[in-house]
């Protein structure tokens, strides 16, 4: 079996699959805890989504969609045997996994994600960025080796935790304008531990090569790079 499915975002942001949410969330909602179930050998084989985005006017393919799920129970026997979920699929032609394991419905919900990603370019996804930025990519590609581990310990806050190494490549920089700010030939910063709920970072390594900045001073003093940062969000429509 190859299921296959096709995802539009019209001019309006809404999707082509819109209605059947509406129709769900109007549901009547249950009240009570929910029922328990067991299920086991999960899996989608060969699947491919076809998203058409007419926001950006971009066309997108995910091929390859490989899900699987082992086991998943809320039985109150079952809850400390972890769940192993494990995505893999081919995007727009760049390798993509994500695999780990998790403890669902453990009241710590103990959870390690694997992020595999393989030269996925960065510029082709600026746009979907929750930031407007100054800057375009022409260039430039992502390799990860990550791992997210998440904890909501008994008597302590939750822990969200990156670790791992990052690597970057053939990367240019510009302004909206397309004038050239910064490029390098490659980047890798290992991880020791990112704590991503105090925003507290701890590096490990970082090799940077063939590094090149123009900044360029315009008669009113201001500089190009200031231009590339968060732009301000344009006020709510009354």
Not at 38 to 67: A, K, P, T, Y
Request: charged share 25%; no cysteine.
């Amino acid at each position: 079996m190859k299921p296959q499915a096709a995802i539009v975002r019209l001019a309006d942001g809404r999707y082509n699959f819109a209605d059947v949410l509406d129709k769900l969330a109007a549901q009547p909602k249950s009240e009570g805890p929910p029922p328990n179930f067991s299920v086991s050998n999960i899996e989608l084989v060969d699947g491919r989504i076809d998203f058409d985005d007419r926001v950006e006017q971009q066309q997108h393919l995910v091929e390859g969609l490989h899900l699987g799920v082992p086991f998943v129970s809320n039985f109150p026997a079952y809850t400390k045997v972890k769940v192993l979920p494990k995505l893999a699929a081919t995007v727009n032609g760049r390798q993509f996994a994500l695999e780990g394991d998790t403890l669902p419905f453990e009241d710590t919900h103990q959870t390690r994600l694997a992020i595999k990603l393989d030269q996925l370019p960065v510029g082709r996804y600026l746009d979907y960025s929750p930031v407007e930025l100054g800057l375009r990519i022409p260039s430039g590609h992502v390799t990860t080796d990550l791992v997210l581990e998440f904890a909501q310990p008994h008597n302590g806050p939750q822990t969200l935790d990156l670790l791992g190494r990052i690597d970057a490549a053939d990367f240019r920089a510009t302004d909206a304008a397309g004038a050239p700010v910064a490029a390098f030939q490659s980047l890798g910063v290992k991880l020791e531990r990112v704590d991503l709920t105090r925003l507290d970072v701890a590096i490990d390594e970082v090799t940077l090569a063939a590094p090149e900045v123009q900044v360029v001073r315009d008669a009113a003093g201001r500089l190009n790079l200031a231009a590339l940062g968060p732009r301000p969000a344009a006020p709510a429509a009354p």
